[in-house]
């Protein structure tokens, strides 16, 4: 079986349910209605990026938020089903239903880490962020799904220091200090040059032991139209491995470098940044850099 059997029932059914069961238990349902959907599947109505002129990677994290079973008010059933709640569950979707997934898993979060700031909260989701069933634009998925054990379990933080613009009391523009778990390079124009950019990235350790981490880059083609990196001299260049002593942190440059001769248009993907001893512990940043004649 390659997917998760789920029902609902009420209440009083479930309690004696519970109640019925012993080791020796089994039971089978009678009257019943069957579907199966796949998950990781991105809803033709979320919302997409980039950012309008920054570029910036949006959105950076995805949940579940389609056909999710939520409370809801008894007076939407009509007036004369106020005060009954046998009527006050209903299946909604959209933003309403992925942001408590993601405030919920936040919460989760500060419980076993309470000392973690919004910024680093926000980094850690999307560094332990799964992939999706199909292939994604990062301006469709960000980081990707969120996995809220992984979120909890991990001891390492990957954090690109970075700047975003916003508006002063006088609606003057003004940088402030960004910190992601995104490369936003933001785009560039050729103007006949050669373009070379970086972007500061932090590795901090708060295990009790030294860990050595591969980085390799995952580059999209032609998903959404992004451009070959390779055919057009494009390179984002990292050490291929990075050391982090225990209960440390260090920085490291990732730069973007594009010939004059690069094709206009976006170039994006993730890198993939694994622990050398136990391949199961690995994170993931995406990145994006656009560029125009």
Do not use: C
């Not at 785009?187 to 006949?192: C, L």
């Not at 860990?211 to 050490?239: C, M, R, W, Y």
């Not at 942190?249 to 622990?275: D, L, M, R």
Request: aromatic share 10%; no cysteine.
């Amino acid at each position: 079986m390659n997917f998760v059997v789920g029902f609902s029932l009420t209440y009083e059914d479930g309690i004696a349910l519970r109640d019925a069961i012993t080791d020796e238990s089994s039971f089978s349902f009678g009257d019943r209605s069957e579907s199966q959907t796949p998950g990781g599947v991105l809803a033709d109505f979320s919302s997409r990026g980039p950012v309008n002129e920054s570029f910036a990677i949006k959105p950076e994290v995805s949940a579940p938020g389609v056909n999710t079973l939520s409370p809801v008010p008894t007076y939407m059933n009509g007036p004369d089903y106020i005060g009954d709640y046998e009527y006050a569950y209903g299946r909604k979707s959209g933003t309403s239903m992925s942001a408590p997934h993601v405030a919920g898993t936040a919460a989760l979060l500060l419980e076993v880490k309470p000392d973690l700031s919004p910024a680093d909260i926000k980094t850690t989701l999307m560094n332990t962020a799964n992939p999706m069933t199909l292939d994604y634009s990062v301006f469709e998925i960000g980081a990707g799904q969120i996995d809220p054990v992984a979120a909890i379990e991990t001891d390492v933080l990957v954090q690109v220091k970075g700047e975003t613009l916003t508006l002063d009391p006088t609606n003057n523009e003004v940088a402030i200090r960004d910190l992601t778990g995104a490369l936003n390079y933001g785009t560039f124009a050729k103007n006949g040059k050669n373009v070379r950019d970086f972007q500061s990235v932090t590795f901090k350790n708060t295990s009790a032991e030294s860990k050595t981490f591969t980085i390799e880059f995952d580059h999209h083609v032609g998903i959404q139209g992004s451009k070959d990196a390779a055919l057009n001299g494009i390179a984002f260049q990292a050490p291929q491995t990075v050391v982090v002593p225990a209960g440390q942190t260090i920085t490291q440059n990732i730069f973007f470098i594009s010939p004059k001769t690069a094709e206009a248009g976006t170039y994006e993907g993730y890198i993939n940044i694994t622990n050398q001893a136990d391949s199961n512990e690995q994170y993931r940043v995406p990145f994006a850099a656009g560029i125009t004649n």
